[in-house]
Each structure stands twice: as C-alpha cells, then as structure tokens.
T-cell receptor, first 114, second 114 residues
Framework: TQLLEQSPQFLSIQEGENLTVYCNSS?????LQWYRQEPGEGPVLLVT?????EVKKLKRLTFQFGDARKDSSLHITAAQTGDTGLYLC??????????????FGKGTKLSVKP | DTEVTQTPKHLVMGMTNKKSLKCEQH?????MYWYKQKAKKPPELMFV???????INESVPSRFSPECPNSSLLNLHLHALQPEDSALYLC?????????????FGSGTQLSVL
C-alpha cells in the first residue's frame, strides 16, 4: 500500500511566522501536488512538481520536490490569516499507461491567528 | 470556464431513498472522478471515468452507481445508503489521466444519511 505521510498533522501559529509542512513516502511518484482545502469546499490545486529537486515559488509559498521524487515540502513565509486551511499533498502514480491515480496524504490543518 | 460544478450542495436522505449527485465541467477534460471525504480525513477515490468509460472502481459498494452520460457530465446514483455513507462527495476532472495530477475539484455535495 502506498502511503504519503504528512507532518505536522496540526499547526497553530501567529500571523507573520514562517512554517514548513512535510510530505514523505517510501514510493516514487511521477508527480506530486499540493492542495489547499477550506471547510465544506473542494481542494484547490496550488502547485504540481514533476522533476526531482524541483523548487517552485508561488508568492510566499515555496514548494520543493525531493531528488528521489519520494518527498516534498511546503514552506510559507510570513503567514497570514488567509493561509488558514487544510493542506493536502497528493502523489500521482501511473497504472501501466496514461491512466493514473492520486494518493492523498492525511493533511496538515493550519491555523494562523491574528 | 475553469469550474467543476456540483449539485446539490447539501443532501439529506433516508436509507430507503434513491437520489443522484450531479457534476459538470466544460473545460474539455476527458477524465472525471468521484471522491468521498469523511470529516478530518483526506479524499478517498471511488471511481474514475476516462473518455466516458469507467476505468477505476475502488471496490465501492453497489449502492453507489456512477454514470457518465457524456464527456461533460458525471452522475453518482445513490440507493439504500447507510448512515456511515454520510460524507462530502467530491467530483473532480483532469485533462487526461491523473498521471500529472492536475485535478480540478468541485465544491462537493455534503451528504447526510438518516
């Protein structure tokens, strides 16, 4: 069974602080995605990383894909209250062709307090 | 149009009822998905349709019956559900298979089974 382990599970910080969320697996993924989900809504895609060692920046968010394509991290600089939400990592694997499936981590629930 | 639209947003049904969840996208995506998400858990894949054909069924009980009338529409027919089936049901689409994992999610249908 493929597993994506996310840590920490919960994170409560003050506005302006920095934080890092980790996503680890023993499996190799063809790509890895980060989603943010608010209560009662569907996940919204933040970024997709494909190449081992890749780093992508989205304003205050920095995403990194491990060299071996088994792990990823999300770093938020100077967190804002609007960053509050559930952050999900998801790894994509192929099933013998173009058809694939996403494996979701359990998520990190982030709360940013004013 | 980059939206996946799900209806209804909320649904309450008894265990003897028959109801349907609907999902629509007009992005020209050829893969569509149903996910189930329990509170404080990550989404779990139920079904994948690729080019209007069912390609993945993750051992979902037969009381859930998916249907893909055309490339833009995806339905989930519900019959004789159990209270433990109460969850957020998410529809998603992607341009092709999930190999690159760029899934677009709808806002979900919050289902309560009484």
């Amino acid at each position: 069974t493929q597993l994506l382990e996310q840590s920490p599970q919960f994170l409560s910080i003050q506005e302006g602080e920095n934080l890092t969320v980790y996503c680890n697996s023993s499996s190799v993924f063809s790509s890895l995605q980060w989603y943010r989900q608010e209560p009662g809504e569907g996940p919204v895609l933040l970024v997709t990383v494909v190449t081992g060692g890749e780093v992508k920046k989205l304003k205050r968010l920095t995403f990194q894909f491990g060299d071996a394509r088994k792990d990823s991290s999300l770093h938020i600089t100077a967190a804002q209250t609007g960053d509050t939400g559930l952050y999900l990592c998801a790894g994509a694997k192929n099933y013998g062709g173009s058809q694939g499936n996403l494996i979701f981590g359990k998520g990190t629930k982030l709360s940013v307090k004013p | 149009d980059t939206e996946v639209t799900q209806t209804p947003k909320h649904l309450v049904m008894g265990m003897t009822n028959k109801k349907s969840l609907k999902c629509e996208q007009h992005m020209g995506h050829r893969a569509m998905y149903w996910y189930k998400q329990k509170a404080k858990k990550p989404p779990e894949l139920m079904f994948v349709y690729s080019y209007e054909k069912l390609s993945i069924n993750e051992s979902v009980p037969s009381r859930f019956s998916p249907e893909c009338p055309n490339s833009s529409l995806l339905n989930l027919h519900l019959h004789a559900l159990q209270p433990e089936d109460s969850a957020l049901y998410l529809c998603a689409s992607s341009q092709d298979g999930a190999a690159l994992g760029k899934l677009f999610f709808g806002s979900g249908t919050q289902l309560s089974v009484l």
